[in-house]
C-alpha cells in the first residue's frame, strides 16, 4: 500500500500527505501511546522518504489516545493540496 502512496506522490508534486497516528494507552499512560503514535507516523514517512519523496510533503500529527472512531492502533493517510 504505501509503494501505491510513493507512487501517487510522485505523480502530482503539488500533493502533501498528512499522517494522523493514533496508539492505545494499555498502560493507562497517554504520553506513552503519544510516543508510540508519533513512532508510527514516522516509520511510515521514513519508508516513504527512502521511496524518494521529499521531506516537507508530510504533516505529521501523532495523536496518542485520542482515537475516536475506528480501531486505536492505526494511521490514516490523507492526500492534501
Partial sequence: MLDQVAQRLEQDQDLRLLLLAYASDADGNSSDARRLSLS???????????????????????????????????????YQN
Fill in 40 to 78: 508510527r507516523a514516522l516509520a511510515i514517512r521514513a519508508y516513504l522518504i527512502d521511496k524518494g519523496i521529499r521531506t516537507a510533503r508530510f504533516i505529521v500529527r501523532a495523536q496518542g489516545d485520542r482515537y475516536g472512531d475506528g480501531p486505536a492502533d492505526r494511521v490514516d493517510l490523507s
